[in-house]
């Protein structure tokens, strides 16, 4: 399973390139279409340019196979993926094998015509990959040592290349001839083949092997080609683009439909967060047909909803392949791609699209919302524990995808904990040592939609389409360099702190006046200092109001005298003196943080009061702060009181 994962991760590469095809191929028909001239230069140009793509596909997977399968790659193993592709395909073109067989080009298999697909494609990238992980540090006698390292890379591909080109020589005739035979057999069942496809298509999603199925019936592998002859406008009128129709109507306007309805099925004191995860995705899904952030949000909240939407994803196709209507796309079932797509000679009844996504809206939100109200389901919103965040948007500043590789390292156990990672399209995509210290709440308090544990100690981490550069900012971290960011890094070594003090703290809370009194979640504290009480949600940091530290509120202070909330221990006070943390008798640890961004004065307009390991009671002096100071700086004094070990907690202030 890890290894088809990987694959499908590698996929993603070279078909990221199609959107570039279908922009220009789409250009270049709206010019043709508008001049009514199909020898119009600037649109052949525009053309020609989409289809120069297209018909190197097979070759683009070979390399990016070669790239996303390797660990740690950099160019080297893109060449042997490369190399492997000239050799397999140059020795088994119609030429090279009517030579070995002694017979004329015109008797060759038809399967040799066809050396040239996906398919081929991603064994080569396969070899290249292999070559990288096991060569790249191989140390040849003095005398070859010139070939030593990433030098042998690409002479071991060309060798495996050999081995391989020799077996399909054998094999491919019948492996063609099965993939052939397994695409007519879905075409034999006409519309009902095609909803099952788009059924299937759905249900892989969260296992990432829906690119797989998608490259029998988008590309050339079983001979069908759906995609490449729509972009081309050399398959069939009426039949090409069936296997890619229906898709529009459920991502244009399908899936917003079910986004409202589980905004209106939301709690009301929750439906302005939801708004945000939603609608956001939402129009990800209209306008590009990037659908797993909106999936992704019900698909481990619901996951009986996640079956419906295939469901009715399947229904979708078959209907669409059963009307006279086609369309394709160059990258999903978007309104770009729509639009691109309109004046396309394999185009049959656009128009009628739109209506039927018009349709899927309706079913859609009248479905979901019965569903989540009749079942009671906790989508986005329906939880007044859960922690909403937008895929794919989190924390603000230059620094944002170092905040979020912080936050997701600290939850994953530590860069310690990481044995591999890598990364598809939204998600990242890990190897972890120890699988049970990994705190999904706090992922996804930091921005992930949602997580997978597929076995052994394989574990995914759904973020959104930004992953790759989370990843990057995580691998950064885990290397040295760079360092995590300052606010993260301060929560870590607070909550290291006073665990360590925790072991000294006194007795459990008896209920006197200035202690902590726990009921339940509840954490009762006197308000450490003056000023109005401000919920954590509308502090201006999404470190803090994301909870990416732990729940707790806000207060704008009007005086900067610090004191202790509770009775309790210091564990820690930040050499900076802007923060303190303490634990409290009864065990809960808690941050009291002055100011945002204030770690940057770097101590001026802070005064420390107590040192780590002092006892403290109601009313301890902690620290002082210079409010006017810190808004001279141009940093807002709002001030968190976070607790740390306990994302349920709730804060009220007496």
Avoid at 176 to 198: H, K, Q, R, S
Avoid at 212 to 235: E, K, M, Q
Avoid at 579 to 593: K, P, Q, R, S
Avoid at 616 to 622: E, F, H, Q, W
Wanted: overall charge negative; glycine content about 12%.
């Amino acid at each position: 399973m890890k290894f088809f994962q990987r694959l499908g991760r590698s996929l993603m590469l070279p078909v990221a390139v199609l959107p570039v095809a279908a922009i220009l191929s789409g250009i270049g028909y709206w010019i043709q279409t508008a001049t009514g001239n199909e020898e119009n230069v600037v649109g052949g140009f525009f053309a020609i340019a989409g289809n120069a793509l297209l018909d190197q596909l097979p070759l683009l997977f070979a390399i990016g196979v070669a790239i996303g399968m390797a660990k740690k790659p950099d160019g080297t193993s893109a060449l042997a993926g490369l190399v492997s592709w000239l050799v397999v395909t140059t020795l088994l073109s119609p030429e090279s094998v009517a030579i070995f067989k002694g017979i004329d080009e015109g008797e060759v298999n038809l399967a040799f015509s066809n050396i040239e697909n996906v398919f081929v494609g991603i064994l080569c990238g396969l070899i290249g990959a292999y070559a990288y992980d096991h060569f790249k540090d191989a140390e040849l006698p003095d005398f070859l040592a010139f070939f030593s390292g990433r030098r042998s890379v690409a002479i071991v591909a060309a060798g495996m290349s050999l081995v391989l080109s020799l077996v399909l020589f054998f094999v491919w005739p019948l492996v063609f001839t099965g993939l052939v035979a397994f695409g007519e057999f879905i075409l034999t069942l006409g519309p009902v083949g095609v909803g099952i496809y788009g059924f299937l298509n759905r249900l892989l999603i969260p296992l990432g092997l829906h690119h797989a199925l998608n490259s029998v019936f988008w590309f050339d592998v079983a001979g069908i080609n759906d995609l490449g002859n729509f972009l081309h406008a050399t398959g069939t009128y009426g039949v090409t683009g069936q296997y890619m129709t229906g898709f529009f109507p459920v991502m244009m306007l399908g899936l917003p439909g079910a986004a409202l309805a589980m905004y209106v099925t939301a709690k009301s004191a929750r439906r302005k967060v939801a708004a945000g995860v939603l609608f956001s995705s939402a129009i990800a899904s209209f306008f590009v047909g990037v659908t797993e952030p909106l999936e992704f949000s019900f698909m481990f909240l619901a996951p009986g909803l996640y079956v419906v939407h295939a469901l009715f994803t399947g229904i979708s196709m078959g209907i669409s392949a059963l009307l006279p209507v086609r369309m394709g796309f160059g990258f999903s079932g978007g309104f770009i791609d729509l639009v691109l797509g309109w004046v396309n000679p394999m185009a049959q009844n656009p128009w009628a699209i739109p209506l039927m996504g018009i349709f899927w809206f309706v079913v859609y939100f009248v479905v979901f919302r019965a569903i989540i109200l009749k079942f009671d389901l906790k989508t986005p919103g329906r939880d007044e524990d859960d922690q909403l965040t937008d895929d794919g948007v989190t924390l603000s500043g230059e620094n944002k995808h170092l905040a979020t590789a912080t936050a997701f390292l600290t939850a994953l156990g530590g860069k310690e904990n990481i044995i591999d990672l890598e990364n598809c399209a939204t998600r990242l995509r890990m190897e972890v040592a120890d699988t049970t210290v990994i705190d999904e709440a706090a992922l996804k308090r930091a921005g992930a939609a949602g997580t997978m544990k597929p076995g052994g100690q394989s574990v995914q981490v759904i973020y959104g389409t930004s992953v790759q550069f989370v990843k990057d900012a995580m691998e950064s971290i885990i290397t040295g360099r760079s360092e995590p960011v300052a606010e993260a890094a301060e929560v870590a070594a607070a909550e290291a702190a006073a665990t360590g003090a925790s072991g000294t703290a006194g007795p459990a809370a008896d209920g006197a006046a200035g202690t902590a009194v726990r009921t339940t979640h509840l954490v009762r504290l006197r308000q450490p200092l003056a000023g109005s009480v401000v919920p954590l949600s509308e502090v201006p940091d999404q470190t803090f109001a994301q909870e990416v530290m732990g729940p707790g509120v806000a207060i704008d202070p009007t005086d900067g005298e610090v004191i202790a909330p509770a009775a309790g221990t210091v564990g820690h006070v930040f050499p900076t003196g802007h923060a303190v943390a303490l634990v409290l008798d009864d065990g809960t640890e808690l941050l009291i943080h002055v100011g945002l961004d204030s770690v940057q004065m770097k101590g001026e307009g802070f005064t420390t009061l107590v040192e780590p390991g002092q006892r403290v009671s109601a009313g301890t002096p902690l620290l002082r702060a210079d409010l006017s100071a810190i808004r001279v700086a141009g940093h807002s004094t709002l001030t968190p009181i976070i607790v740390m070990n306990d994302k349920d907690a709730r804060i009220e202030l007496v």
